[in-house]
């Protein structure tokens, strides 16, 4: 949940942000708030009131997030990873490196860092192909709670059920389909759209061996209850501002590519639409 407002974080994780002066986690309907107030204009982190990072200096970014990593923070260097994999923060690519801070921060017990190795075994990203081993740290980190690791478990429960070579045929294995729907079902009880809509595809399908109609309805009513949660008016303000927020960024040299970071990643406690004023 968010540190500010205590309401359910959004699943959509470009909706909150992991602050790397604190190590906080706090939707962007908080950080809007806190912005929009914030008379001196240096965008204080809402939690421990820290300035943003400059935008022109990528280097404070990558030194927050060490900090954080030396204080333990499975989630930094998650972070971190992600920079190297991508490039971000004026960083070289380095999958090998961001392989090796996702694995440091899972040993730590991250959720987070075994999202970030069983994704990259699922996709063979700088690494083998290998499904055990990304259903390995993909459920640990759902057994952590993360929901996207959840969903995934469930898509290649659903892939090893339905082989490409009897795909046509409708041949599949029922325990494999019933393993990938348990899975969805808890994800989309959490929030997932996409879960709930892998559940409709099979109910729709006519798997009703294994999605019910009472199972599907439970699911839906329990998905419109975990979002209605995290939803405020704070949130949909921010929301309502966020395509002003990427003008600005990409403005000030964001928007992604070589030495850049996700939107709100250089300003970690910043949601101002660019040249905002209250």
């Not at 790397?20 to 806190?34: F, L, R, S």
């Not at 469930?154 to 046509?168: N, V």
């Amino acid at each position: 949940e968010c540190e500010i407002c205590c309401l359910t974080l959004p699943i959509d994780e470009s909706q909150w942000f992991r602050q790397a002066c604190c190590g906080k986690a706090i939707c962007h309907g908080c950080i809007h708030q806190v912005n929009v107030n914030d008379k001196k204009n240096v965008c204080p982190c809402p939690f421990c009131r820290a300035p943003a990072c400059d935008t022109t200096e990528f280097r404070e970014m990558v030194e927050r997030l060490k900090k954080r990593m030396e204080a333990g923070d499975g989630y930094a260097f998650r972070l971190l990873g992600n920079a190297y994999e991508k490039g971000w923060y004026g960083l070289k690519k380095d999958m090998k490196k961001a392989l090796e801070l996702w694995t440091e921060g899972a040993e730590l017990g991250s959720a987070s860092g075994h999202l970030a190795l069983g994704s990259a075994y699922f996709r063979g990203s700088g690494v083998k192909q290998d499904d055990d081993k990304a259903k390995y740290h993909l459920g640990i980190a759902a057994m952590g709670g993360d929901v996207h690791a959840r969903c995934m478990l469930g898509r290649i429960e659903s892939d090893h059920a339905f082989p490409a070579a009897t795909k046509e045929a409708g041949i599949y294995n029922k325990a494999g389909v019933d393993r990938a729907v348990a899975h969805w079902m808890i994800a989309a009880k959490a929030g997932s759209d996409k879960s709930l809509g892998m559940l409709k595809t099979y109910y729709s399908a006519g798997l009703k061996d294994s999605v019910s109609k009472k199972d599907f309805e439970v699911a839906l009513r329990a998905h419109k209850d975990a979002t209605d949660a995290m939803k405020s008016e704070e949130r949909k303000i921010a929301l309502e501002w966020a395509p002003l927020q990427k003008m600005g960024w990409e403005a000030c040299g964001g928007g992604g590519g070589k030495g850049k970071g996700p939107m709100v990643a250089i300003k970690p406690g910043s949601f101002r639409p660019f040249a905002y004023k209250k």
